[in-house]
């Protein structure tokens, strides 16, 4: 991803509330403006700070975008290091969530289905989810696989 075409985006999609955020990535761009070939990366915090404000904000266009660059560099999902694993769990929740909040119960499942890990957030997330987007049917059955998986 372009950090240019990144910092454009954030900036005209994220609250005044984030510039902390949006300083640093400001500083970094103009210290390096070659967007072709500069290396930007986003932690995991980071990456899941900015799917939460997707989420809050109902930005489905930029969270799905994230969504799409998380997926080119595997590492941010790859939870088959027992080092890296409690961050990618938090960048899995921050997906979940972040669909849930936007609407697309579609996309929330198939994040959860994909998940290796499913820790109570990420339970709780897909239980409210569908009950905040009232399929109330589907929300008891998820309850009902948490109750019988033993994870509460």
């Known amino acids: 991803m372009k950090p240019k075409w990144l910092f454009q985006k954030l900036n005209s999609y994220l609250p005044s509330c984030s510039s902390p955020l949006s300083s640093p990535l400001k500083t970094l761009i103009l210290q390096n403006p070659s967007s072709?070939?500069?290396?930007?990366?986003?932690?995991?915090?980071?990456?899941?700070?900015?799917?939460?404000?997707?989420?809050?904000?109902?930005?489905?266009?930029?969270?799905?975008?994230?969504?799409?660059?998380i997926i080119k560099s595997f590492g941010f999902l790859d939870g088959n290091d027992p080092n890296n694993l409690r961050n990618v769990i938090v960048v899995w929740n921050s997906l979940l969530s972040?669909?849930?909040?936007?609407?697309?119960?579609?996309?929330?499942?198939?994040?959860?289905?994909?998940?290796?890990?499913?820790?109570t957030i990420s339970w709780n997330s897909r239980i409210s989810g569908l009950l905040n987007?009232?399929?109330?049917?589907?929300?008891?059955?998820?309850?009902?696989?948490?109750?019988?998986?033993?994870?509460?």
């Not at 404000?53 to 930005?59: P, Q, V």
């Not at 987007?133 to 998820?142: A, C, H, L, S, Y």
């Open 36 to 69: 072709e070939t500069s290396n930007f990366a986003l932690n995991h915090g980071d990456i899941s700070f900015l799917l939460s404000l997707c989420g809050r904000e109902g930005n489905l266009r930029l969270g799905s975008s994230l969504h799409a660059s």
């Open 98 to 119: 972040m669909y849930s909040r936007c609407g697309e119960l579609r996309e929330a499942t198939k994040v959860f289905d994909h998940m290796l890990v499913k820790d």
């Open 133 to 152: 987007n009232g399929d109330f049917e589907m929300g008891f059955r998820v309850f009902k696989q948490l109750y019988e998986s033993g994870i509460y």
